[in-house]
C-alpha cells in the first residue's frame, strides 16, 4: 500500500498528446498543424531578431539575478500597461491600472481568477462556446462554476451573435465574463467593432466583470488596430481585467512572459487591487523569472528594437494570411466545390476547418496531417512546402 495508491491517472492534455503521437509517426510528409505555435517559412520556430538583438545588448551590459518585486520588473509592467492601453490613455496617465508580470498568458489567467475568487466566491464564469480548452480548467481550479456563452455555430460558420447577446443578457450581476480579444482561439472567427459595442452595452447593463483574453495582439490586424477594442471598454467607463502574452507576438513561448492588468476606478483602488494581486503571487510562486520580462521591456523601450519587432510580427501576420489564401487555392486546385473561403474570413492562427473527428482521425491516419478533433488547425504552420500537401490530403477526407 503506497501513500498514493488511490492518486488516479488524469486525462492526457490532448494537444500535447497528439504531439507525442506525431513525433512517433514516421510518415515523411507529415504536418503538425496541432499545436497553436507560429513556425515560419520553412517550419522552424522563429526566433525573431528584435529578442537577439535585444538579448545581445543585456549581455553586453550583464546583471546579477536577485529576485523581481512580486509583481515583477517595473519597466515590463509600465512596457504593458503602454501596449495594451496606449502610453497617453487616461487610466494609464492617471495610475489606475494595477499590472502584474505574469508566467504567460495562462499565468495572468490565473493570478486574475484567484483575485477574482476572493473577490467574489457566489459569481459564475462563462466561457465562450468553444474556447481554449484551458480557460475552462483554470477558473475550475480557481474554484468557480464555469458556463458557456453561445459563440460558434457550425451550420451557418458563423458567430451566433444574436446567442451570444442573449446568454450574456441572462446572466447575473458579477458573472464574469472570459472575452478573446483578437483572434479567437480554437475558432478564427472575431467580433466586428458594432457587435462589441452591444456587448459592451450589455456588460454595463448588466454589471457584468469582463474579462479579455488578450494571447495574440498582433496576430489580426496590428497592435494598434487590436488593441483597439481595449479602448472601448475604455471609453464606456468600465473596470476590467486583461491578460496579455507575448509567447506569440514575440515567439517567447518558453520564457513564459505574460501579464494581467486591472483597470480600476482610479489610483487608490488600483493599490488595493496591486496589493492583492501581490498577496495571490506571494502565497504561488513568489515572484516571476527575470529574462524574458527583461527582453520584452528592452524591445518595447528602445525605438529601434520595437520598430524591428513591429516589422517582424507584421511579416508573421502577412505570411498566415497568405498561407490561408494558399491552403483555399490548393483545395480548389485539388477539386473541393464547397465553399471554403470561410478559411480567409476567419484570422489569427486557427482556422476551424469544419472537418468532423473521424476526417481529422483520417487526415492523421492516412496522411500524416495533424489537427485537433474538433477540426482545428494550426494555419501558421503552414508553408509553401508543406500546404499543396496539406491541401490535397484535406480534399481527400472532404
Ligand atoms: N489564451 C489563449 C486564447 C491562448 O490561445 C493561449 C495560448 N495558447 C493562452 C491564453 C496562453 O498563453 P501563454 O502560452 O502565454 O500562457
Known sequence: MSLFSAVELAPRDPILGLNEQFAADTNPNKVNLGV????????????????????????????????????????????????VFGKTSEPVTSGRIATIQAIGGTGGLKVGADFLHNLNPAA??????PSWENHRAIFQKAGFEVGTYA?????????????????????????????????????????????????IAVVKAKSLTPFLDMAYQGFSQGLAEDGAVIGKFIAADL??????????SFSLYGERVGALSVVTQDKEEAARVLSQLKATIRTNYSNPPTHGAAVVAHVLGNDELRALWEKELGEMRVRIKAMRHKLVEGLKAAGVTQDVSYITTQIGMFSYSG???????????????????????????????????????IAKVM
Open 151 to 199: 459563440y460558434y455555430d457550425a451550420a451557418t460558420r458563423s458567430i451566433d451573435f444574436n446567442g451570444l447577446l442573449a446568454d450574456l443578457n441572462a446572466a447575473a450581476a458579477g458573472t464574469v465574463v472570459v472575452l478573446h480579444a483578437c483572434c479567437h482561439n480554437p475558432t478564427g472567427y472575431d467580433l466586428n467593432e458594432a457587435q462589441w459595442d452591444q456587448i
Open 124 to 129: 459564475k464564469v462563462l466561457i465562450s462556446n
Open 355 to 393: 472537418l468532423s473527428k473521424e476526417q481529422m482521425v483520417r487526415l492523421r491516419n492516412e496522411f500524416g496531417v495533424y489537427g485537433t478533433d474538433s477540426g482545428r488547425i494550426c494555419v501558421a504552420a503552414l508553408n509553401e512546402h508543406n500546404v499543396t500537401y496539406v491541401a490535397n490530403s
Open 239 to 248: 473596470t476590467f481585467l486583461v491578460s496579455t502574452s507575448f509567447s506569440k
Open 36 to 83: 497553436g505555435v507560429y513556425f515560419d517559412e520553412n517550419g522552424k520556430l522563429p526566433l525573431l531578431q528584435a529578442v537577439q538583438k535585444a538579448e545581445a545588448a543585456l549581455q553586453a551590459n550583464p546583471k546579477a539575478r536577485g529576485y523581481l518585486p512580486i509583481d515583477g520588473l517595473a519597466t515590463y509592467d509600465q512596457g504593458v500597461k503602454e501596449l
